[in-house]
């Protein structure tokens, strides 16, 4: 079953701006992670939020999480062409060992 | 070095024929996953299993197969009852941990073509 959902489901934007996504999920998480997919490929790990953490950065990408609003972004920084992708959030539900999946976000970087 | 790596890339079924997706890791993972997505879609998970000779269904299970004989390897056949079997097949592997999952690594992708 799919609980989160991302949001929006397209974004298109010129090269050196900065992307935002965000997620929203509907049960208590343990972990929430964001995944890129190019075209045809497989999906590639990008960070993993533990539920107590609030932010987390890595390179050009910051993530941050509110459970309370049971939600979370993706800030892409200084975007590059090579960033265009689909981006999933993915939750890590409490005593399971299923992930549970968004409809992702469409990215294009335009040159 | 490691990874999962999925075979074929792309395959090609004709009607009422079952054929099989395979999948290994070298990742040492407990849990591996079968993921379907179709274009413009997200995933959805077909089975998943987190320890040897056990596996469980997912949200769409019918029409599909799998086993787990082998911690590294967790092949999956689309049998002739799946009647709309055309998609991208995902196969993923994972650590678990105090019951939930880290990272997932997922294979390269399985284009499945009915003709």
């Known amino acids: 079953s799919q609980q989160g959902e991302e949001d929006p489901q397209a974004l298109s934007i010129q090269e050196g701006e900065n992307a935002t996504m965000n997620c929203s999920y509907k049960?208590?998480?343990?972990?929430l992670q964001w995944y890129r997919q190019n075209s045809g490929r497989g999906l590639v790990h990008l960070i993993l939020?533990?539920?107590n953490e609030r932010e987390k950065h890595s390179g050009r990408l910051r993530v941050t999480l509110d459970t309370s609003k049971k939600s979370s972004s993706l800030l892409i920084t200084a975007s590059r062409a090579a960033d265009t992708a689909s981006y999933f959030c993915?939750?890590?539900?409490?005593?399971?060992?299923?992930?549970?999946w968004g409809a992702g976000t469409k990215l294009i970087i335009k040159p | 070095d490691g990874g999962i790596t999925q075979s074929p890339k792309y395959l090609f079924r004709k009607e009422g024929q079952n054929v099989t997706l395979s999948c290994e890791q070298n990742?040492?993972?407990?849990?591996m996953y079968w993921y379907r997505q179709d274009p413009g879609q997200g995933l959805r998970l077909i089975y998943y299993?987190?320890?040897?000779?056990?596996?469980q269904k997912g949200d769409i299970a019918e029409g599909y197969s799998v086993s787990r004989e082998k911690k590294e390897s967790f092949p999956l056949t689309v049998t002739s009852a799946q009647k709309n079997p055309t998609a991208f097949y995902l196969c993923?592997?994972?650590?678990?941990?105090?019951?939930?999952?880290?990272?997932?690594?997922f294979g390269q992708g399985t284009r499945l073509t009915v003709v």
């Open positions: 993923a592997s994972s650590t678990g941990q105090g019951g939930f999952v880290a990272e997932a690594f």
């Open positions: 990742l040492n993972h407990d849990a």
């Open positions: 299993s987190q320890i040897v000779n056990d596996f």
């Open positions: 049960t208590s998480i343990n972990n």
């Open positions: 939020i533990r539920s």
């Open positions: 993915a939750t890590a539900p409490r005593s399971n060992y299923q992930l549970i």
